[in-house]
């Protein structure tokens, strides 16, 4: 599995960047976790909106679907210039009905319910779900092709149930939304030490700590996280490739 980086900022995008975005692919299959304000316009320089073959969403907060209504557009448009596209699948939960029902446009998105009780299919990755603890439903993902795992905590504080869900993965991607010295807690977010643990109990090989904050010296998350887990640790940071 390829994962790409499209928005690693956590509440809103800095200044021409892009909140909650990552690119999946494998065996030419291009799948987007979630969609947030900015990830429409950072998406076009990996690949163009009507090569999306599915989205997912984790929840629906701002910084995960904002571009979802853009998404429908730029696919609206290219096929009056001609393009041949099937409806787009896209995936979310449905304890929220009237968010859900905007995942569907005209014959051009699709929204589909996914069972977080049930692995899903999508293309070449088996998906699996874990609810995290957040202010709105929200799940965490485990992508599994070509026999390697890769798990996407989306937005939660910590919970134990990470551990299992997570153990032996080669990638983790875990919100990291607050340094050492915050409780990250009551907002439904994870702090530094937070992640760190998390990786070093559920043994995973590498760490990316996303949904950065906006302020402090983010350098001093990975510090931080270091002192808990010894593995690899990197910020994720636009465009970067991690190879899963
Ligand atoms: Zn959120």
């Not at 968010?99 to 299919?121: A, H, Q």
């Not at 905590?153 to 875990?174: H, M, P, R, Y």
């Amino acid at each position: 599995m390829k994962l790409t980086i499209i928005g690693p900022w956590g509440g809103y995008p800095k200044a021409n960047a892009a909140s909650s975005g990552y690119l999946l692919e494998h065996e030419g299959f291009h799948l987007l976790i979630d969609c947030g304000s900015g990830v429409l316009a950072k998406l076009q320089n990996i690949v163009h909106p009507e090569q999306l073959d599915a989205v997912i969403i984790s929840h629906y907060h701002p910084d995960h679907i904002a571009d979802i209504g853009v998404l429908q557009h730029a696919r609206l448009i290219q096929g009056y210039l001609g393009k041949q596209m099937p409806a787009l699948p896209v995936y979310g939960h449905s304890l929220d009905q009237q968010e859900f029902s905007k995942l569907t446009f005209k014959n051009i998105t699709e929204g589909i319910v996914y069972d977080p009780n049930r692995e899903l299919t999508a293309g070449p990755f088996q998906i699996s779900f874990l609810k995290t603890d957040h202010p709105v439903p929200c799940y965490a993902m485990r992508f599994e092709a070509g026999g390697k795992r890769f798990v996407y905590t989306a937005d939660s504080s910590f919970k134990e149930e990470f551990i299992s869900f997570s153990q032996g993965a080669e990638v983790l991607v875990c919100e990291c939304n607050f340094y050492a010295n915050q409780n990250g807690k009551p907002a439904g977010h994870m702090n530094s030490l937070d992640a760190g643990r998390f990786a070093r109990e559920a043994g995973v090989k590498q760490l990316i700590l996303t949904h950065l904050p906006h302020y402090g010296n983010l350098a001093e998350l990975l510090g931080e996280a270091s002192s808990e887990y010894t593995g690899i640790i990197k910020l994720a940071e636009e465009f970067q490739v991690i190879t899963v």
